[in-house]
Nanobody, 139 residues
Framework: QPQLVEFGGGSVQAGDSLTISCAAS????????MAWFHQVPGKEREGVAA???????????ESVKDRFTISQGNTKTTKNTVALQMNSLKPEDTAKYYC?????????????????????????????WGQGTQVTVSS
Protein backbone atom coordinates (compact mmCIF):
# COMPACT_ATOMS: atom_id res chain seq x y z
CA GLN A 1 0.00 0.00 0.00
CA PRO A 2 1.12 3.56 -0.57
CA GLN A 3 2.72 5.24 2.39
CA LEU A 4 2.46 8.95 3.05
CA VAL A 5 4.66 10.98 5.34
CA GLU A 6 3.95 14.62 6.03
CA PHE A 7 6.57 17.08 7.21
CA GLY A 8 7.09 20.79 7.61
CA GLY A 9 4.43 21.70 10.15
CA GLY A 10 5.12 24.07 13.00
CA SER A 11 4.14 27.22 14.83
CA VAL A 12 4.04 30.55 13.05
CA GLN A 13 2.61 34.02 13.49
CA ALA A 14 -0.46 35.32 11.70
CA GLY A 15 0.54 36.63 8.29
CA ASP A 16 3.47 34.25 7.94
CA SER A 17 3.93 31.63 5.26
CA LEU A 18 4.54 27.94 5.73
CA THR A 19 5.02 25.04 3.35
CA ILE A 20 4.14 21.52 4.35
CA SER A 21 5.03 18.53 2.24
CA CYS A 22 3.90 14.98 1.73
CA ALA A 23 6.23 12.27 0.48
CA ALA A 24 4.50 9.28 -1.05
CA SER A 25 6.16 5.91 -1.44
CA UNK A 26 5.22 2.43 -2.60
CA UNK A 27 3.21 3.90 -5.44
CA UNK A 28 2.23 1.58 -8.24
CA UNK A 29 0.69 4.18 -10.49
CA UNK A 30 2.50 7.36 -11.49
CA UNK A 31 -0.75 9.33 -11.61
CA UNK A 32 -2.79 9.76 -8.46
CA UNK A 33 -5.19 12.16 -6.83
CA MET A 34 -3.44 13.58 -3.77
CA ALA A 35 -5.08 15.94 -1.33
CA TRP A 36 -4.62 17.89 1.85
CA PHE A 37 -7.28 17.90 4.54
CA HIS A 38 -7.18 19.70 7.84
CA GLN A 39 -8.89 18.89 11.07
CA VAL A 40 -9.37 20.56 14.42
CA PRO A 41 -10.45 18.63 17.51
CA GLY A 42 -14.17 17.96 17.56
CA LYS A 43 -14.68 18.70 13.88
CA GLU A 44 -14.62 16.66 10.71
CA ARG A 45 -11.75 16.72 8.30
CA GLU A 46 -12.07 19.39 5.64
CA GLY A 47 -10.40 19.37 2.28
CA VAL A 48 -8.20 22.33 1.45
CA ALA A 49 -6.33 21.36 -1.72
CA ALA A 50 -5.93 18.52 -4.18
CA UNK A 51 -3.87 17.73 -7.24
CA UNK A 52 -4.07 15.07 -9.90
CA UNK A 53 -0.42 14.23 -10.44
CA UNK A 54 -1.07 12.85 -13.93
CA UNK A 55 -1.81 16.29 -15.35
CA UNK A 56 -1.01 18.71 -12.55
CA UNK A 57 -4.62 19.85 -12.37
CA UNK A 58 -5.33 21.41 -8.99
CA UNK A 59 -8.43 21.92 -6.90
CA UNK A 60 -8.68 24.54 -4.17
CA UNK A 61 -11.83 26.05 -2.69
CA GLU A 62 -12.35 29.80 -2.98
CA SER A 63 -11.87 30.10 0.77
CA VAL A 64 -8.13 29.39 0.42
CA LYS A 65 -7.44 29.79 -3.29
CA ASP A 66 -5.81 33.19 -2.93
CA ARG A 67 -3.55 32.02 -0.09
CA PHE A 68 -2.77 28.34 -0.65
CA THR A 69 -0.96 26.61 -3.50
CA ILE A 70 -0.59 22.88 -4.04
CA SER A 71 2.19 21.56 -6.23
CA GLN A 72 4.10 18.39 -7.01
CA GLY A 73 7.82 17.89 -7.33
CA ASN A 74 9.26 18.07 -10.82
CA THR A 75 12.42 16.02 -10.48
CA LYS A 76 12.94 12.29 -10.46
CA THR A 77 13.47 12.30 -6.71
CA THR A 78 10.64 14.67 -5.84
CA LYS A 79 7.94 13.63 -8.29
CA ASN A 80 6.07 11.77 -5.58
CA THR A 81 6.14 14.70 -3.18
CA VAL A 82 3.25 17.10 -2.95
CA ALA A 83 3.64 20.44 -1.21
CA LEU A 84 1.07 22.82 0.21
CA GLN A 85 2.31 26.38 0.37
CA MET A 86 0.25 28.47 2.73
CA ASN A 87 0.58 32.25 2.71
CA SER A 88 -0.97 34.94 4.89
CA LEU A 89 -1.78 32.39 7.52
CA LYS A 90 -4.60 33.10 9.94
CA PRO A 91 -5.24 31.72 13.43
CA GLU A 92 -8.23 29.85 11.99
CA ASP A 93 -5.82 27.87 9.78
CA THR A 94 -4.60 26.19 12.94
CA ALA A 95 -5.25 22.48 12.52
CA LYS A 96 -3.63 19.16 11.93
CA TYR A 97 -3.02 18.75 8.22
CA TYR A 98 -3.31 15.33 6.64
CA CYS A 99 -2.11 14.14 3.27
CA UNK A 100 -4.29 11.63 1.46
CA UNK A 101 -4.12 9.70 -1.79
CA UNK A 102 -6.52 8.05 -4.17
CA UNK A 103 -4.05 5.68 -5.85
CA UNK A 104 -4.26 5.44 -9.61
CA UNK A 105 -7.38 7.59 -9.79
CA UNK A 106 -8.38 11.06 -10.82
CA UNK A 107 -9.93 13.54 -8.43
CA UNK A 108 -13.28 12.55 -9.90
CA UNK A 109 -15.69 14.08 -7.44
CA UNK A 110 -13.76 17.34 -7.27
CA UNK A 111 -13.68 17.57 -11.05
CA UNK A 112 -17.39 16.86 -11.33
CA UNK A 113 -18.83 19.13 -8.67
CA UNK A 114 -16.02 21.62 -8.13
CA UNK A 115 -13.90 22.25 -5.03
CA UNK A 116 -16.22 24.87 -3.52
CA UNK A 117 -18.90 22.39 -2.55
CA UNK A 118 -18.23 20.74 0.81
CA UNK A 119 -19.60 17.45 -0.56
CA UNK A 120 -16.76 17.40 -3.08
CA UNK A 121 -14.30 16.61 -0.32
CA UNK A 122 -15.13 13.11 0.84
CA UNK A 123 -12.44 11.51 3.01
CA UNK A 124 -13.72 8.10 1.96
CA UNK A 125 -12.62 8.81 -1.62
CA UNK A 126 -9.02 8.63 -0.44
CA UNK A 127 -7.65 5.23 0.48
CA UNK A 128 -4.42 6.04 2.26
CA TRP A 129 -3.54 8.74 4.76
CA GLY A 130 -0.51 10.11 6.48
CA GLN A 131 -0.21 10.65 10.21
CA GLY A 132 -0.69 14.39 9.92
CA THR A 133 1.40 17.42 10.75
CA GLN A 134 0.34 20.17 13.13
CA VAL A 135 0.16 23.77 11.98
CA THR A 136 -0.39 26.38 14.68
CA VAL A 137 -0.91 30.03 13.82
CA SER A 138 -0.73 32.56 16.64
CA SER A 139 -2.31 36.00 16.48
Amino acid sequence: QPQLVEFGGGSVQAGDSLTISCAASRLINPANCMAWFHQVPGKEREGVAAIYTGTGETYLPESVKDRFTISQGNTKTTKNTVALQMNSLKPEDTAKYYCAIRPGGRCIRLAQVGPDRPDAWVPGDFFNWGQGTQVTVSS
